[in-house]
């Protein structure tokens, strides 16, 4: 089902949002849908890479993490990720 773990991250995060009332399941489809549509892509190569956009626009619009947070972990993440040594566990 997952490709990479950080899919099946984002997937329990979305459930467990929902499940703790953040934003409600019917939310979430939307903003899923609206991201895949923009996507262009019906092939699913790009699934959870909606998957986490409609995570962070969901995040974004509830007040759950502001766009600049959110910008400035996704750069502290891609840092961390792309100076880790291959094999290793990539920490924040």
């Not at 892509?41 to 947070?69: F, H, I, V």
Request: charged letters at 20%; hydrophobic letters at 45%; a negative charge.
């Amino acid at each position: 089902m997952f490709d990479e773990p950080w899919q099946a991250q984002a997937f329990a995060l979305a459930v467990r949002l929902s499940q703790t009332g953040a934003f409600t399941w019917s939310e979430w489809t939307q903003a899923l849908s609206a991201q895949i549509a923009a996507s262009g892509s019906n092939d699913g190569g790009r699934y959870y890479e909606a998957w986490l956009a409609a995570l962070e626009s969901l995040a974004a619009l509830k007040g759950l993490a502001q766009p600049t947070e959110l910008e400035r972990r996704k750069a502290e993440w891609d840092q961390a990720y792309r100076t880790t040594p291959h094999g290793e566990p990539v920490a924040l």
